[in-house]
């Protein structure tokens, strides 16, 4: 039988931003669901550079394979496109985790923030380089 999903997300495209939104805690089911679902949103920019926020201050956390899951997640984003990502957390201590669960995200072009306005903005200026 296979497992439930854990784990909510909305995502929202504009232009070449895709802004997600995390809540709850993620098993592998929930963490592939949520990958497979942006990863569609990234094909359908057709290989054009695009930049990810993603708003995390909700996730509780997951369970190992979730965070496998979303290592490779994030090696295919890097693959397909993707210029720069910001990803926001309530706690730093979070991020440290994800750091240490996912060695993916400790790409350059990874940015962790525990401020949502200071992650729109880093991401609006790495996009803006796209168009310079």
């Given at each position: 039988?296979p ?9 929202q ?6 802004c997600t939104k ?6 592998e089911a929930g963490?592939?669901?949520y990958?497979q679902a942006v ?6 920019l057709?290989?054009?550079p ?6 995390n201050?909700?996730?509780?956390g997951?369970?190992?394979e ?5 290592d490779?997640?994030n090696?295919w984003?890097e ?6 990502k910001?990803?926001?957390?309530n706690a730093k201590?979070m991020a440290t985790i994800l750091?240490?669960?996912?060695p993916s995200?400790?790409?350059e072009?990874?940015q962790?923030?525990?401020d ?5 903005r ?6 803006e380089?796209?168009?310079?």
């Amino acid at each position: 039988m296979p497992e439930a999903a854990h784990g909510e997300f909305t995502i929202q495209v504009t232009g070449n931003l895709i802004c997600t939104k995390m809540t709850g805690s993620y098993n592998e089911a929930g963490a592939t669901a949520y990958t497979q679902a942006v990863m569609e949103q990234v094909k359908r920019l057709n290989g054009k550079p695009f930049g990810i926020v993603a708003d995390n201050r909700g996730v509780l956390g997951g369970t190992p394979e979730a965070y496998a899951v979303l290592d490779e997640y994030n090696v295919w984003m890097e693959d397909n496109n993707m210029h720069a990502k910001a990803v926001v957390f309530n706690a730093k201590i979070m991020a440290t985790i994800l750091k240490n669960q996912s060695p993916s995200m400790q790409a350059e072009n990874i940015q962790m923030f525990t401020d949502l306005n200071q992650a729109n903005r880093w991401i609006e200026n790495k996009l803006e380089q796209i168009k310079a």
